[in-house]
Every structure is written in C-alpha cells, then in structure tokens.
T-cell receptor
Framework: DADVTQTPRNRITKTGKRIMLECSQT?????MYWYRQDPGLGLRLIYY???????NKGEISDGYSVSRQAQAKFSLSLESAIPNQTALYFC??????????????FGDGTRLSIL | RKEVEQDPGPFNVPEGATVAFNCTYS??????FFWYRQDCRKEPKLLMS???SGNEDGRFTAQLNRASQYISLLIRDSKLSDSATYLC?????????????FGQGTTLQVKP
C-alpha cells in the first residue's frame, strides 16, 4: 500500500463546482503539503501544515482552502472551481525530526480538469 | 532570477552514454539539496540527497559546489529506464520549515 494516498486520482468537473481532494498518509509525518504542477511551471506550493493546529499559505493559495483533520489527513478544497485550476495536484509529507534535511514524499497525484 | 534553475532539455542520449545535469540556486544560505526523478504523469520520487562532499549511488553521482551555487547529477551507463524528468530541489531558507523549492526539471530521453 502507498504511504501517501490521494483521492480521487482523476476528476473532471464544471466551473463553479466545489471540489475536495483528499490526502492520507501512513508515514507518521507531522508535516504535509499541497502542490500543483503545470507544464512549464514546475511544482508550486499551495498550502502546508506542520500539525493539526497549524496551517500556512504557500505561494499560490488564492482560490484554495485546506483542512488538517488529523495528523494523517490533509484535504484541499476548491470552493468554486475555475478552468485555470486545471492541473496535476500532489500531496507530500516530511519528517521534521530530520531538521533542515527533510526530503518530501509524494502521493500519486490527482489530475483535475475544470471545464 | 529563479530560485532554482535548470536547463529543461530535452537531453537525448544513446544507451550507455554518460550524461550530466547542472542546476543553480540563488540563496547562498541553502543547506539541503536533493535530486528527484519524475516519470510522465507520475509523482516526483526522491532519487538522492546531495551532500557537501559529493555522493554516489550506483550509476548516479551528485555533487555540490557551494562557492558557485550549483549542484550536478551525473548518470553513467544510461539505461532506457533512466528516461524521465530530473528535478533539482533546494530547501527554502527559513527556520526549519521543511519547505522545498523545486526546479522545473530537466528531461532525459535515452534512446536504444
């Protein structure tokens, strides 16, 4: 079983719909992240969380919200989806016990298309 | 200037070739460096960390040059299965946030 699981894997929806992407992990890591990836732009950080009570904005948080329901779960919501939010979304985790040297571990990704 | 810059390629090489990628980073205070591999439409996967003294893992060698602020990845005896995008990754310089900055990636295509 994957250590970092994202659902759904693929989603096609219409402009204006509310969408939730879910991420769960079995790695026991405190830190979780949401990224989007667009061709030519690389990975961009949307939100990150250091524990259940901690939520921080990344570089492109507008139009998104998150919820850290438990150490193992971090969900990303698009309240009213728009076409330019069409992208590949990744959840990742890291272990703060490694200090500054914290590689991140990614889920399989969610391919989201907004029509 | 981008915080992490890579030549996007593509690098087209024959099987068995040696290929090297470079990456430059802008913040001299960066402390952690990684190479990730990403296959098409898949998640990035950690290939190797990059240590100050340089490190090797099989056919892969990573090196860090702090004075010039670049890191490199050398792949020897390329295999078809090495075809992928290689992401250069550097930690965001702040107080132990775990945030990483990703380069756009360098695409490698190994041909038979």
């Amino acid at each position: 079983d994957a250590d970092v699981t994202q659902t759904p894997r693929n989603r096609i929806t219409k402009t204006g719909k509310r969408i939730m992407l879910e991420c769960s992990q079995t790695k026991g890591h405190d830190r979780m992240y949401w990224y989007r990836q667009d061709p030519g732009l690389g990975l961009r950080l949307i939100y990150y969380s250091f524990d259940v009570k901690d939520i921080n904005k990344g570089e492109i948080s507008d139009g998104y919200s998150v919820s850290r329901q438990a150490q193992a779960k971090f969900s990303l919501s698009l309240e009213s989806a728009i076409p330019n939010q069409t992208a590949l979304y990744f959840c990742a985790t890291s272990d703060p016990g490694q200090g500054d040297h914290q590689p991140q571990h990614f889920g399989d990704g969610t391919r989201l298309s907004i029509l | 200037r981008k915080e992490v810059e890579q030549d996007p390629g593509p690098f087209n090489v024959p099987e068995g070739a040696t290929v090297a990628f470079n990456c430059t980073y802008s913040n001299s205070a960066s402390q952690s460096f990684f190479w990730y591999r990403q296959d098409c439409r898949k998640e990035p996967k950690l290939l190797m960390s990059v240590y100050s003294s340089g490190n090797e893992d099989g056919r892969f060698t990573a090196q860090l040059n702090r004075a010039s602020q670049y890191i490199s990845l050398l792949i020897r005896d390329s295999k078809l299965s090495d075809s992928a995008t290689y992401l250069c990754v550097v930690n965001a310089v702040s107080s132990n946030t775990g945030k990483l900055i990703f380069g756009q990636g360098t695409t490698l295509q190994v041909k038979p």
